[in-house]
Structure formats: structure tokens, C-alpha cells
Nanobody, 124 residues
Framework: QVQLVESGGGLVQTGGSLRLSCAAS????????IGWFRQAPGKQREFVAALTSGGTINYADSVKGRFTISRDNTKSTVYLQMNSLKPEDMAVYYC??????????????????WGQGTQVTVSS
């Protein structure tokens, strides 16, 4: 069992930066693939980024070059550094974890464990 808690969301102006954190409980966290997803009002949830235990990374095209996913297994925490934020990045951001899904497939499959989400608001 893995429990995930996101933090770091907030209000930022267009072009600004935020760093989201996803703190996990569970002894096997370091072996899981962690993903970030987002859902804007009236839209479907979409994949943002994923990182495997071995360091393989996958990003959605919409965030490549602006967002960076990383993890600190000593703290059981995954981060999403978001730079050059745009109004279209505004959404509730969720982290998710799964022991089997690869980074490449994270956007096409449903991870087993989910956090509650953190709101990111980008003002224009």
C-alpha cells in the first residue's frame, strides 16, 4: 500500500514557476514509477510526466522543456518543477504511483495509487 500527498500548488503569474511535491508512504516507494497528471475544469485528466525507479523519464509534449520531474528516494518524495507557466497549465495536479507501469506507458494506463491533488492557478 502506498499513500501519496501532494503539496506546493498555488497562484502564480504567467511565466512564473512552482515546484510541486508528492510525499509517499510505503517501504517499496523507491521501486515504483511515479507520474504526474492534471485535470482542468471541464476537461479530462491528462498525463504530464513520469519517472521510473531506474531514472527513465517521459513528458507530455505540452510540458517538455518547461517541466522537470525528479525524485528523492531518501525522502520518499517526487517533485515536479514547473517553469514558464502558462494559463493552460492551470489545473489540479495529481501524483500517482504504480509498481509495474513504465514511464512510457504511464499516460496510457491507470496507475494503482493516487494522491488527492493540489491546485495550480496561473493568472494571465
Amino acid at each position: 500500500q502506498v499513500q501519496l500527498v501532494e503539496s506546493g500548488g498555488g497562484l502564480v503569474q504567467t511565466g512564473g514557476s512552482l515546484r510541486l511535491s508528492c510525499a509517499a508512504s510505503g517501504r517499496t516507494f523507491s521501486s515504483y514509477t511515479i507520474g504526474w497528471f492534471r485535470q482542468a475544469p471541464g476537461k479530462q485528466r491528462e498525463f504530464v510526466a513520469a519517472l521510473t525507479s531506474g531514472g527513465t523519464i517521459n513528458y507530455a509534449d505540452s510540458v517538455k522543456g518547461r517541466f522537470t520531474i525528479s525524485r528523492d528516494n531518501t525522502k520518499s518524495t517526487v517533485y515536479l518543477q514547473m517553469n514558464s507557466l502558462k494559463p493552460e497549465d492551470m489545473a489540479v495536479y495529481y501524483c500517482a504511483a504504480d509498481p509495474w507501469i513504465s514511464a512510457q506507458n504511464m499516460g496510457n494506463m491507470r496507475p494503482r495509487y493516487w494522491g488527492q491533488g493540489t491546485q495550480v492557478t496561473v493568472s494571465s
